[in-house]
């Protein structure tokens, strides 16, 4: 099973957003496979054990070396934990975005403590001109990364110091949009990899 680091710095600031938001829908488990513990209401299952079935705030998915787990976590948008990797279901804030309209964007949480996840927000993408209608945030040790527009990308972050981990995200098709830590946007064109690091953002050919 993964190491998990227990001091996630960006969890620190996105606390006060979360304590003071309303949950407007629970994830619910799509598909799980080989080895997968859920830890739900401080009761251990595994993920076939919860198939169909909703994981409130602050559930805890963790996959073993041949565990995947698919979770629709807002309308539209699922996350694939990969194998030796570790989640937490953060919660989803119904106001803290607008459209071109003013009609409110909720915001979905999501900390990712170690390992690798695919997170696909095509099906979010209903509004005009193809705009999203939920915004997926992941919490990582060294910050968070947003998909400003719909698709898939795939973040990985290691286990090690937070002052020293590394968080790595990758397009899957087309060129997205993610935010750094300091709010610096920065373009992750197809077939490169971006890496947070202390000392700045690199890209890095695949």
Do not use: W
């Not at 001091?7 to 600031?13: D, Q």
């Not at 799509?30 to 054990?49: D, F, M, R, Y």
């Not at 979010?124 to 719909?150: C, I, W, Y």
């Not at 020293?164 to 373009?187: P, W």
């Amino acid at each position: 099973m993964p190491k998990i680091s227990t001091n996630l710095a960006s969890i620190v600031l996105c606390l006060p957003l979360l304590f003071f938001s309303m949950t407007a829908r629970s994830a619910v488990v799509s598909t799980s496979a080989g080895s997968v513990t859920i830890l739900k209401n401080n009761i251990q299952s595994t993920g076939a054990e919860n198939l169909g079935g909703v994981l409130p705030t602050g559930t805890i998915l963790t996959t073993g070396g041949d565990g995947k787990v698919l979770v629709e976590v807002a309308p539209g948008i699922t996350i694939e934990l990969q194998p030796e990797t570790q989640i937490t279901i953060g919660e989803t804030i119904p106001d803290r975005g607008q459209d071109a309209g003013g009609n409110p964007i909720p915001e979905t949480y999501v900390t990712l403590a170690v390992g690798s996840i695919t997170c696909d927000t095509s099906g979010a993408a209903t509004g005009e001109g193809g705009a999203m209608t939920t915004s997926l945030v992941v919490m990582t040790p060294r910050g968070t990364v947003s998909p400003a527009s719909a698709g898939s990308m795939v973040i990985s972050s290691t286990h090690a110091d937070p002052r020293l981990s590394t968080v790595t995200v990758a397009a899957r098709s087309g060129d997205k949009m993610v935010n750094t830590t300091g709010d610096q946007q920065v373009i992750i064109p197809e077939g490169l990899v971006g890496v947070f690091r202390p000392d700045g953002f690199d890209l890095d050919s695949i």
